[in-house]
């Protein structure tokens, strides 16, 4: 079956250290989406990718970056300039940026500074 | 930008409550309008959607109108079950990527 798989399910890291969450998709999807989710905040998008080798940065990209060097993933790093990682990040993907198309989105990895 | 009011929750209804989540919306033109449902630990799910104005989005006995004159598109139901619990979000979708509201829980209680 077509889907998102987000990885790891949990992660912990460490004050200063840069930490890279997986994305992948089957769905043969051109755009994907890293939104990430803050208790009583709602979904804040970080970064997304129209089209391979191609992203935007979203409303709150400082302190994050992505790479788009194949179609099935998207891939974000959280750096150490990022000062308040824990999260919940949810990657998504929709077959173009048309304003019909719905999403389809990960189980989520759920990000904690230890 | 496009934007999303949403109820504020928590909602807490007994099993087979009549269900509304109120949702309004300011885009530029006229976006497609979507709900997503987030049970606990998970990713969001397509719930329903509607492309055009007056169209009716229905799923799993939920259903919601798309009114263009209200900017509205809000969430009914009208038999909740204990398996309804979950954070459901309302979202607009213009030209750029999908601007969530910050959710409604719904706990329904036996």
């Known amino acids: 079956d077509g889907g998102i798989t987000q990885s790891p399910k949990y992660l912990f890291r460490k004050e200063g250290q840069n930490v890279t969450l997986s994305c992948e998709q089957n769905l043969n999807h051109d755009a994907m989406y890293w939104y990430r989710q803050d208790p009583g905040q709602g979904l804040r998008l970080i970064y997304y990718?129209?089209?391979?080798?191609?992203?935007q940065k979203g409303d709150i990209a400082e302190g994050y970056s992505v790479s788009r060097e194949k179609k099935e993933s998207f891939p974000l790093t959280v750096t150490s300039a990022q000062k308040n990682p824990t999260a919940f990040y949810l990657c998504?993907?929709?077959?173009?940026?048309?304003?019909?198309?719905?999403?389809?989105f990960g189980s989520g990895t759920r990000l904690t500074v230890v | 930008g496009d934007s999303v009011t949403q109820m504020e929750g928590p909602v807490t209804l007994s099993e087979e409550a009549f269900l509304t989540i109120n949702c309004t919306y300011t885009?530029?033109?006229?976006?497609?309008l979507f709900w997503y449902v987030q049970y606990p630990g998970e990713g969001l799910q397509l719930l329903l959607k509607a492309t055009k104005a007056d169209d009716k989005g229905s799923n799993k006995g939920f259903e919601a109108t798309y009114r263009k004159e209200t900017t509205s598109f809000h969430l009914e139901k009208g038999s909740v079950q204990v398996s309804d619990s979950a954070v459901y979000f309302c979202?607009?979708?213009?030209?750029?990527?999908?601007?969530f509201g910050k959710g409604t829980r719904l706990s329904v209680i036996a």
């Open positions: 998504a993907s929709s077959p173009g940026t048309g304003e019909s198309y719905g999403y389809t």
């Open positions: 979202a607009p979708s213009g030209n750029t990527p999908l601007v």
């Open positions: 990718s129209q089209i391979v080798n191609d992203f």
């Open positions: 885009a530029t033109g006229y976006p497609s």
